[in-house]
């Protein structure tokens, strides 16, 4: 998925099917270009992610194991606070019954499916702002992850879905015992 801004950007929304197969991945990946340059007004629509997350998108490792997806988001801005239905009706088409949403409305809609996290990148200078950060950490607190450079984002992705996935495994494992009644 590819996001940008509904306000400056051609195709602030685009989207590939989710694969398991390398080939077809890298297709998608390859398809998505971003626009870059910024559109001057203060951030980005990353809940567009959340958005297309949350009203979307059917997750079968949710619905057959009750096991949340992972959904990452990069960038160097911060979010907008909220999804008015103009951005929805240019993004998602004209024939829905659209209200303005909220960014956290949206992010805990996504976090029902989603283990959703958001990497900050420091490379600009609007990513050096320490507002912007701070923004990322309020809202997101240890999934907002912070990096100096791009060139992390590979091994942070990975090393994040590990520890996440080990945690959730081992929290499951934990209530399992919980549950059970113990004779001595």
């Known amino acids: 998925m590819g996001?940008?801004?509904h306000e400056c950007d051609q195709a602030p929304l685009q989207i590939g099917q989710f694969e398991a197969d390398d080939q077809l991945l890298d297709k998608w990946l390859k398809d998505i270009y971003l626009e870059s340059g910024g559109g001057g007004n203060d951030g980005e629509r990353y809940l567009l992610a959340w958005y297309y997350a949350s009203r979307r998108t059917k997750l079968d490792s949710l619905l057959k194991r009750g096991k949340k997806g992972f959904l990452f988001t990069i960038g160097d801005e911060h979010n907008l606070k909220s999804l008015p239905v103009h951005a929805q009706q240019k993004v998602f088409g004209s024939n829905g019954a659209y209200s303005s949403v909220s960014a956290e409305e949206l992010l805990k809609e996504a976090q029902e499916s989603y283990e959703v996290f958001h990497i900050h990148l420091t490379e600009t200078g609007s990513g050096r702002r320490q507002e912007v950060q701070d923004g990322w950490k309020q809202a997101l607190a240890d999934h907002a992850i912070i990096l100096?450079?791009?060139k992390e984002i590979a091994a942070t992705i990975s090393?994040?879905?590990k520890k996440f996935s080990n945690q959730s495994t081992l929290q499951k494992l934990t209530e399992e015992v919980d549950s059970?009644?113990?004779?001595l």
């Not at 059970?180 to 004779?183: S, Y």
């Open 180 to 183: 059970e009644e113990v004779i």
């Open 3 to 5: 996001i940008g801004d």
């Open 159 to 161: 090393e994040t879905v």
């Open 148 to 150: 100096s450079s791009h």
